[in-house]
């Protein structure tokens, strides 16, 4: 069942087109990606999902509704963390929740959630005083708050360092196996890589690919590197005949095997068959990154997070 | 992009959701209201200089004068108004000004900067009732107050209560009207918060001075008394005083104020951003 259908969405600020033509169902269930680089339209997409700006032309049908005719239906029941939103510098947690859970028919307990997100300690804590993990959990708390069909996380881990990134990572799980569907909005490839069942790819207001992370991976057809020490000596050319292999090339005591596919399988197979043992076996994984520049002919650039520049660099 | 209107498209949604949830969502705004007033106000405390400047200030200037001797006695220079209750009408023009032209800009600046605005959107309650809640806020603030005000000099220094109440009641309505709408404009048309106050106190002191705050009017060439008559403050201002003593509000003060409080509201509505 799809909870969210976008047809031919167009949108445009003045002479910048920030959507131009994006079309896609989000399926009940499950954790949707929205990709892109900074300026892509991930978040022009998922204002107009949420109703809060309205498209140029196209329709968009959030659980069958029209999120701009039907907003406020609709935000009864969709659960929304914004980028970049703070909240007022001295009001406490449990009073943002107490009076958050007034705006809803059918509020969670508010306790339940403190206790479920780590945050019953801190109700009486400042927003300003919290941590960037606490007021991320604090938001996500608020957008499960109304009990929603339907998430949506726009950038949830900007700004966190990495290892509140991935307790972000396992919250986001937790809410998926809840039941809700989650539509995330990532600059990140690691993160979506990680989260999401099926991902949009958008580019300059397109939508260059779209499919599960592993599926864009392989048919990037970029190459993927093996790296392994052999014991023993392996048969000339038994390597090389393997389908998808196309370079072995030798560093000291170390072979390295360049190819495409699932040709990584295959070299495992002969060299087992010709009884070669090997060691520090390492397989250097393709990333949703490569599958980016694959399908752009770009890299993917992110000049605004250096931190993130770099674990693209180690990445590659 | 929304404004303070409701877009054609909301109240189309409103009527098409009449039947269902649309109905439930409008009982609950009147309890939101409550509720976030009752947050703004809390929050509104826990900043201790915006209650001394709006309860305490105008307070302790009416003290600080009441304990010269002789300003008790009606003076000549004030058309016959005595030197505490002049004080007493400036307390009043002094809350008004701080609560309109900084304290209420200023708060909605910051919210729309801070995206508290931008994350009321997301919710099934409009960003209006936060704007409704600050306005109540503003208004029960400035009554307070006047009460305030009002008490501490009867009952201590032998200022009058004031002798016309409903058209006094009726001049500090409208002056706050007008300058709590003048704020709400200031806020719509800054782009930053820091925008927002650096505004506001642009308009403050010439506010102060023209309404006669600082020196009184009484001083004031009859051109610049022309020209207090017209700002929101001086209206307010000469409308306090003149109901304080007993007569009804001049008819151009009340006009200033009225047409102030319409057009910085409506030019407000029509430009304020909730991001």
């Known amino acids: 069942m799809a909870v969210i259908e976008v047809h031919e969405l167009h949108k445009r600020y003045g002479e910048t087109v920030a959507l131009d033509g994006v079309s896609f169902d989000v399926q009940a269930g499950e954790v949707f990606g929205l990709l892109g680089p900074n ?9 107009i999902m949420e109703g809060l700006r309205t498209a140029d032309s196209g329709t968009v049908r959030v659980l069958g509704l029209d999120p701009v005719r039907s907003g406020q239906q609709l935000r009864e029941r969709v659960g929304v963390q914004l980028q970049q939103a703070q909240l007022q510098e001295k009001i406490r947690v449990g009073e943002v929740l107490e009076l958050y859970a007034g ?33 991320q959990r604090l938001f996500l708390a608020l957008a ?17 360092d990495p290892a509140a990134r991935r307790q972000t990572w396992d919250l986001v799980r937790r809410v998926r196996d809840s039941g ?45 590197r093996m790296r392994f020490r052999p014991v023993g000596v392996i048969p000339a050319g038994l390597i090389e005949e393997v389908p998808g292999v196309t370079a072995v090339t030798r560093s000291g005591s170390q072979v390295i095997v360049t190819g495409t596919g699932e040709f990584a399988t295959g070299v495992a197979a002969v060299l087992a068959r010709a009884q070669v043992l090997v060691t520090d076996l390492r397989l250097e994984q393709r990333t949703l990154d490569d599958a980016f520049v694959a399908l752009t002919g770009r890299p993917f650039d992110d000049t605004s997070d250096t931190h993130d520049e770099k674990e693209l660099e180690a990445a590659r | 992009m929304s404004t303070l209107e409701s877009p054609q498209s909301e109240r189309e949604a409103t009527k098409a959701g009449r039947l269902t949830l649309g109905d439930l969502s409008e009982q609950r705004t009147p309890r939101a209201l409550a509720a976030m007033t009752k947050i703004e106000t809390t929050l509104f405390f826990r900043e201790p200089l915006l209650p001394a400047l709006v309860l305490l200030l105008p307070v302790l200037l009416v003290i600080g004068f009441g304990l010269i001797p002789g300003f008790g006695d009606p003076s000549s220079d004030l ?69 305030l ?38 806020a719509a048309v800054a782009p930053t918060a820091k925008a927002a106050n650096a505004i506001g106190m642009t308009l403050f002191f010439p506010s102060m001075f023209l309404a006669g705050v600082y020196v009184p009017r009484e001083t004031f060439s009859p051109f610049l008394q022309h020209v207090s008559d017209v700002t929101p403050l001086g209206a307010a201002l000469a409308a306090v005083r003149d109901t304080w003593q007993g007569s009804w509000p001049h008819p151009v003060h009340i006009a200033t104020m009225v047409g102030w409080a319409l ?7 029509r430009t304020f951003r909730w991001e």
């Open chain 2, 149 to 186: 005000l009002v008490l501490v000099g009867s009952l201590g220094f032998g200022v009058a209560v004031p002798r016309n109440p409903a058209g006094f009641l009726l001049a500090v309505v409208l002056g706050a009207a007008a300058l709590l709408s003048l704020g709400l404009l200031v």
């Open chain 1, 144 to 160: 499960l708050l109304g009990r929603p069909e339907l998430v949506f996380f726009d950038e949830i881990t900007t700004g966190l």
């Open chain 1, 180 to 224: 809700v569907t989650v539509v995330l909005v990532s600059h990140l490839m690691d993160e979506v890589e990680e989260l999401c069942d099926r991902v949009a790819i958008l580019d300059r207001g397109r939508i260059v690919a779209l499919d599960t992370p592993t599926a864009l991976i392989t048919s990037s057809g970029s190459e993927q």
């Open chain 2, 263 to 269: 057009v910085a509201a409506v030019v407000a509505a």
């Open chain 1, 103 to 135: 705006f809803y028919r059918n509020p969670r307990p508010v306790g339940e959630l403190l206790d479920e997100w780590g945050l019953a300690a801190k109700r009486n804590r400042a927003f300003k005083k919290l941590s960037g993990g606490q007021q």
């Open chain 1, 39 to 47: 300026g892509a339209g991930k978040t022009t997409a998922v204002e």
């Open chain 2, 79 to 147: 058309s016959g108004q005595s030197g505490t209750e002049y004080i007493a009408s400036i307390g009043v023009a002094i809350v008004l000004a701080v609560l309109g032209l900084s304290i209420l800009p200023t708060t909605l600046g910051t919210y729309r900067e801070r995206g508290v605005l931008r994350r009321l959107r997301a919710t099934p309650v409009t960003p209006r009732t936060l704007l409704g809640a600050q306005l109540l806020l503003v208004g029960g603030a400035t009554l307070a107050a006047t009460v």
